[in-house]
């Protein structure tokens, strides 16, 4: 496991970003990295991206497993595929980023971010491109805005992100 010495003086999270298909391999390492950090007050947050690959069984008993464990979750890009497919449970999720086009295509898009933002959930929406695409988004209760508009892709947000 890779080691790192670092100054966690202010942090509160620490982020690793993993292809859902090594997730099962890394469980193990990935608890006792947890368990470290925990007794620092710092949570691990996995960031599952590259998620072509068609989950199995296996890799969501696997994130299940490891969120009893006390790890956090981000996913990256969640599509409304995803979210037809169910198959594996949004409230397990503390950050969903979903690209703007996609948002848009939810057909009950208030009742989703009613329901997320309910849920103590942080929706990050992405690929915001124009004055226009982000002025409509500040009316909606989405607080947290992403993409090429703020010249480099970066968070934009009217809270700080708490888990």
């Known amino acids: 496991m890779l080691l ?3 100054n966690y003086k202010n942090a509160k999270f620490i982020t690793i970003n993993i292809d859902i298909t090594s997730m099962k391999k890394l469980k193990n390492r990935l608890k006792t990295l947890n368990k470290k950090l925990h007794s620092s007050s710092i949570f691990l947050l996995i960031k599952i991206t590259k998620r072509e690959h068609i989950l199995t069984k296996d890799i ?17 890009d969640i599509t ?7 198959l594996i449970k949004l409230n397990i999720f503390e950050i969903i980023k979903i690209k703007l086009s996609d948002l848009y295509k939810i ?14 959930k942080k929706i990050v ?39």
Do not use: H, W
Not at 80 to 86: A, G, N, V, W
Not at 110 to 120: Q, T
């Open 4 to 6: 790192l010495k670092i």
């Open 60 to 76: 969501v008993q696997s994130i299940y497993e490891l969120n009893d464990f006390g790890i956090k979750f981000s996913v990256d």
């Open 80 to 86: 409304i595929r995803d979210l037809q497919m169910k």
């Open 107 to 120: 057909p009950n898009k208030e009742e989703f971010i009613k329901n997320m933002n309910g849920r103590k």
């Open 125 to 163: 929406v992405d690929n915001i491109e124009n004055i226009k695409d982000a002025n409509n988004l500040l009316c909606e209760p989405i607080n947290y805005l992403q993409g090429n508009l703020f010249y480099n892709p970066q968070v934009i947000s009217k809270k700080e992100i708490n888990i």
